[in-house]
């Protein structure tokens, strides 16, 4: 069995097929991205997974079990987490606050005792301090941690998004566009750093991307989408080559 | 301008973040011990009602500012909290059970009104929350056998230890700054654990909160219900500062009182809920001043500048008209809302922050530190 499956995934608003019956699978500890022309259905897929939509049909299986009708917030506690194409942080709050909500998963204290502050919270609040602390060392993010988010340049904030995924100590993390609005530096450092989430953390990774030399430098495998199918699968070489793809993005 | 050193997570968990801090609230605190002995009795009543609404600013600032959940109905909260000790004491229950039951009871009114609030944002919440008030309104008026009708109730002074706190002590003053100071201490907890994160983490993005593992209808709940709670609290104290309660003082325009203490106080501090109380009791007498003594000033200005004794007393006059006019309060309200928002949206304790920039900066301080800047433009966010 495959550690994450979709199985005839369909996504309908009305007449239109935002997602058209697709299935694939995520083996643990692969890369694997979904390329595709805009409006193919890439970032739907993800709305369904992390069940901000709710599909018109189709099941989604993590680690054997059928999260399709999951309610959104349970998602994150089965350890999937996600980033957002437009950068969805929490605007105005300093950066380590944004990082501990990622930690939210893990709190265990109650009200009552955050009112008090009881020891026990207190110890927690270190705990978790700790885990971010080593996210912020893993992506550099050292100069950030009181600031605010909406004084700070794009390109930190796409960090700081996937650092937030990180702190919630993810099995499966989903990247929607991680390169969107990067320049070729950032990409490249991006492109390391996902690396490293293979490598160093052992997360798996589905993500969705337009650049084509950061999808040939990472991932193991690629699935093609257009207008909400799947047109064609296999390593980046291979996908690049499929006439169907070709069709797609040149036209016929 | 002092540079802190962090060396320790500790550094960013407790209240006080250095010495300063300790000193300066230490200082504040002593003030606010001796001043019942040294004001008169009428700035310590006006002290015990900035206390009172600063209470209910922390409840709503919690839901408002933290949560971001905008409610018009926090009278209807404060009638609940105040209907429920008075109709408690009838049978002779102590203020301790009472001033608990009050709270709690409250509290679960707040969860309920939070149920309806989840599908709901923005102005159609603040549509909710006002019907709720007005039913909440329109029952104390018609439940007679509980309420006593547009008769109102009266409350009876606080047996508390075997002592009588009367309304006008000193005994009663710390009360309600005790429970004002308590409160202010819980929800600093609160904002710096899991739930308050939670809170702000729903009012920045929720889509964001949710893939974050927080359970957004769960923790809007939460902050309703607190927020309620606090409220009800101090509903507990504002009946027995008034000693008499009816329906009609817990009208809309109270919910806008508040609305105003978070707002011109500084949506997203606590600092703000105590300014914008000050600024708010401060406010009536002003009010008042303007009403009874303006006429006679621009009669005089007028005769100054060689108006005749009849048009003098025609300005003065038509002057006494405008001041004493109905609704004139709610109009200067509106004004008062409106100037804030545009000219000074983070509030009093926003302009505090920049006075206390200005001069640890000096004379280095730059106008445009504060300018709002579009670094880029959301589009297409999910909600």
Same mark, same amino acid.
């Given at each position: 069995?495959?550690?994450?499956?979709?199985?005839?995934?369909?996504?309908?608003?009305?007449?239109? *097929?935002?997602?058209?019956?697709?299935?694939?699978?995520?083996?643990?500890? %692969?890369?694997?991205?979904?390329?595709?022309?805009?409006?193919?259905?890439?970032?739907?897929?993800?709305?369904?997974?992390?069940?901000?939509?709710?599909?018109?049909?189709?099941?989604?299986?993590?680690?054997?079990?059928?999260?399709? =009708?999951?309610?959104?917030?349970?998602?994150?506690?089965?350890?999937?987490?996600?980033?957002?194409?437009?950068?969805?942080?929490?605007?105005?709050?300093?950066?380590?606050?944004?990082?501990?909500?990622?930690?939210? $998963?893990?709190?265990?204290?109650?009200?009552? =005792?955050?009112?008090?502050?009881?020891?026990?919270?207190?110890?927690?609040? *270190?705990?978790?301090?700790?885990?971010?602390? =080593?996210?912020?060392?893993?992506?550099?993010?050292?100069?950030?941690?009181? *600031? /605010?988010?909406?004084?700070?340049?794009?390109?930190?904030? *796409?960090?700081?998004?996937?650092?937030?995924?990180?702190?919630?100590?993810?099995?499966?993390?989903?990247?929607?566009?991680?390169?969107?609005? /990067?320049?070729?530096?950032?990409?490249?450092?991006?492109?390391?750093?996902?690396?490293?989430?293979?490598?160093?953390?052992?997360?798996?990774?589905?993500?969705? %991307?337009?650049?084509?030399?950061?999808?040939? $430098?990472?991932?193991?495998?690629?699935?093609? /989408?257009?207008?909400?199918?799947?047109?064609?699968?296999?390593?980046?070489? %291979?996908? =690049?080559?499929?006439?169907?793809?070709?069709?797609?993005?040149?036209?016929? | 301008?002092?540079?802190?050193?962090?060396? +320790? #997570?500790?550094? +960013?968990?407790?209240?006080?973040?250095?010495?300063?801090?300790?000193?300066?609230?230490?200082?504040?605190? @002593?003030?606010?011990? !001796?001043?019942?002995?040294?004001?008169?009795?009428?700035?310590?009543?006006?002290?015990?009602?900035?206390?009172?609404?600063? &209470?209910?600013?922390?409840?709503?600032? !919690?839901?408002?500012?933290?949560?971001?959940?905008?409610?018009?109905?926090?009278?209807?909260?404060?009638?609940?909290?105040?209907?429920?000790?008075?109709?408690?004491?009838?049978?002779?229950?102590?203020?301790?059970? #009472?001033?608990?039951?009050?709270?709690?009871?409250?509290?679960?009114?707040?969860?309920?009104?939070?149920?309806?609030?989840?599908?709901?944002?923005?102005?159609?919440?603040?549509?909710?929350?006002?019907?709720?008030?007005?039913?909440?309104?329109?029952?104390?008026?018609?439940?007679?056998?509980?309420?006593?009708?547009?008769?109102?109730?009266?409350?009876?002074?606080?047996?508390?230890?075997?002592? &009588?706190?009367?309304?006008?002590?000193?005994?009663?003053?710390?009360?309600?700054?005790?429970?004002?100071?308590?409160?202010?201490?819980?929800?600093?907890?609160?904002?710096?654990?899991?739930?308050?994160?939670?809170?702000? @983490?729903?009012?920045?993005?929720?889509?964001? @909160?949710?893939?974050?593992?927080?359970?957004?209808?769960? #923790?809007?709940?939460?902050?309703?219900?607190?927020?309620?709670?606090?409220?009800?609290?101090?509903?507990?104290?504002?009946?027995?500062?008034?000693?008499?309660?009816?329906?009609?003082?817990?009208?809309?325009?109270?919910?806008?009182?508040?609305? !105003?203490? !978070?707002?011109?106080?500084?949506?997203?501090?606590?600092?703000?809920?105590?300014?914008?109380?000050?600024?708010?009791?401060?406010?009536?007498?002003?009010? &008042?001043?303007?009403?009874?003594?303006?006429?006679?000033?621009?009669?005089?200005?007028?005769? &100054?500048?060689?108006?005749?004794?009849?048009?003098?007393?025609?300005?003065?006059?038509?002057?006494?008209?405008?001041?004493?006019?109905?609704?004139?309060?709610?109009?200067?309200?509106?004004?008062?809302?409106?100037?804030?928002?545009?000219?000074?949206?983070?509030?009093?304790?926003?302009?505090?922050?920049?006075?206390?920039?200005?001069?640890?900066?000096?004379?280095?301080?730059?106008?445009?530190?504060?300018?709002?800047?579009?670094?880029?433009?959301?589009?297409?966010?999910?909600?």
């Amino acid at each position: 069995m495959s550690y994450f499956r979709a199985e005839d995934l369909s996504l309908h608003f009305g007449g239109l *097929k935002a997602v058209d019956s697709v299935s694939f699978a995520v083996e643990k500890g %692969e890369i694997l991205s979904i390329i595709g022309p805009n409006g193919a259905g890439k970032s739907s897929i993800f709305n369904l997974i992390s069940r901000i939509y709710p599909p018109t049909s189709g099941k989604i299986f993590f680690e054997d079990q059928d999260i399709t =009708q999951q309610p959104p917030y349970e998602i994150a506690g089965l350890g999937i987490a996600r980033t957002f194409q437009n950068i969805e942080l929490f605007e105005n709050a300093t950066m380590l606050s944004n990082l501990l909500v990622g930690r939210h $998963r893990h709190s265990t204290t109650q009200l009552w =005792q955050e009112l008090l502050f009881l020891p026990s919270v207190r110890a927690h609040e *270190k705990a978790h301090r700790r885990r971010v602390e =080593q996210v912020i060392e893993f992506l550099d993010l050292e100069a950030y941690r009181d *600031k /605010l988010i909406s004084g700070l340049p794009y390109g930190v904030r *796409k960090v700081i998004e996937l650092a937030r995924a990180l702190c919630s100590e993810p099995k499966l993390i989903l990247l929607d566009e991680p390169s969107s609005g /990067l320049n070729v530096e950032e990409t490249g450092d991006m492109s390391f750093w996902i690396r490293d989430l293979k490598t160093d953390l052992g997360v798996t990774v589905l993500m969705v %991307e337009h650049d084509m030399s950061l999808v040939n $430098r990472v991932s193991d495998r690629v699935i093609a /989408l257009n207008y909400g199918k799947v047109i064609a699968m296999g390593s980046p070489s %291979e996908v =690049q080559r499929h006439p169907d793809v070709v069709a797609a993005y040149l036209g016929a | 301008m002092r540079f802190l050193f962090k060396t +320790d #997570y500790e550094d +960013d968990i407790r209240l006080f973040p250095h010495s300063g801090y300790v000193v300066s609230y230490g200082v504040l605190l @002593a003030i606010l011990a !001796i001043a019942p002995f040294v004001l008169s009795s009428y700035l310590v009543s006006q002290l015990v009602f900035v206390c009172i609404y600063a &209470t209910v600013g922390v409840g709503l600032m !919690i839901l408002t500012g933290f949560t971001g959940q905008a409610s018009l109905g926090h009278a209807a909260f404060l009638a609940i909290g105040a209907y429920t000790a008075a109709y408690l004491q009838q049978f002779n229950v102590p203020f301790p059970v #009472y001033f608990l039951a009050a709270g709690l009871l409250t509290g679960v009114v707040g969860a309920l009104v939070g149920f309806p609030a989840l599908r709901l944002q923005g102005i159609y919440l603040v549509i909710a929350t006002i019907s709720f008030a007005f039913i909440v309104e329109e029952v104390l008026a018609r439940w007679e056998s509980v309420t006593h009708g547009n008769e109102g109730m009266r409350v009876k002074t606080i047996q508390l230890l075997g002592t &009588t706190v009367s309304r006008d002590s000193p005994g009663f003053y710390f009360l309600c700054l005790g429970f004002l100071i308590l409160t202010i201490l819980g929800t600093l907890n609160l904002l710096r654990s899991p739930t308050g994160r939670a809170f702000v @983490a729903i009012r920045d993005s929720e889509t964001a @909160a949710r893939s974050m593992g927080v359970n957004v209808s769960l #923790y809007k709940v939460k902050s309703f219900a607190i927020s309620a709670a606090i409220t009800g609290f101090a509903g507990v104290l504002f009946a027995h500062k008034l000693s008499f309660i009816s329906p009609e003082m817990f009208t809309l325009q109270l919910s806008i009182e508040f609305i !105003i203490v !978070i707002l011109i106080g500084g949506t997203f501090s606590l600092h703000g809920a105590v300014l914008g109380a000050i600024f708010l009791v401060m406010i009536d007498p002003f009010l &008042t001043y303007l009403k009874d003594d303006m006429p006679g000033i621009i009669a005089g200005i007028a005769a &100054t500048f060689g108006a005749g004794k009849d048009t003098a007393m025609r300005i003065k006059d038509s002057a006494a008209a405008i001041a004493s006019a109905n609704g004139l309060k709610g109009a200067i309200y509106g004004l008062i809302i409106v100037l804030f928002v545009l000219f000074e949206p983070l509030g009093l304790y926003g302009r505090w922050l920049k006075i206390k920039l200005f001069f640890q900066l000096f004379p280095l301080y730059k106008r445009a530190t504060f300018k709002r800047q579009k670094i880029y433009v959301k589009s297409e966010r999910n909600r």
